[in-house]
């Protein structure tokens, strides 16, 4: 009878320590690369707003494009605890009439889009670029 308990025990700590030790090394399902800046899926119109007061609105076929770059962010480590980036910023971003609002800057040669309160996400793409170009 003891051995049988003994026996179990030593199971059930087997199996304790293999499944935490799978939910640490998929992170619970975690993704360094998880970019959560908006539903892009439901993105109908884009207006970036420079703060050199000109403002460009993309609608239609364009803005894929704007969402392909956006979809591309990467999560960094830093965090958004305010209304507007402490940084000086280039542009803000509306999506879907002011529905998200989204801040982008330029730190360290890197370009970054910040959602306040919820993230800062590094730019893989020259942002401005595409903007000139569309």
């Given amino acids: ?9 030593r199971t059930t700590i087997a199996v304790s320590i293999v499944v935490a030790i799978f939910v640490l090394a998929t992170g ?6 998880d970019n959560r800046i908006v539903d892009l899926d439901k993105v109908e119109r884009i207006s970036i707003e420079l703060f050199d007061h000109s403002e460009k609105v993309f609608d ?4 894929g494009k704007v969402v392909d770059v956006i979809k591309k962010a990467k999560l960094t480590k ?8 402490d940084k000086a910023p280039l542009g803000r971003i509306a999506i879907n009439e002011d529905e ?4 982008y800057y330029y730190e360290d040669e890197k370009s970054y889009i910040e959602k306040p309160y919820e993230g800062i996400y590094e730019l893989t793409e020259n942002i401005d670029k595409l ?3 569309l």
């Fill in 60 to 63: 239609g076929g364009d803005v």
């Fill in 28 to 33: 619970c399902g975690a993704s360094d690369n």
């Fill in 131 to 133: 903007f000139s170009e």
């Fill in 100 to 103: 998200e609002i989204l801040y």
């Fill in 78 to 85: 830093y965090e958004s605890v305010q209304d507007a980036p």
């Fill in 1 to 9: 009878m003891q051995k049988t308990v003994i026996k179990q025990i």
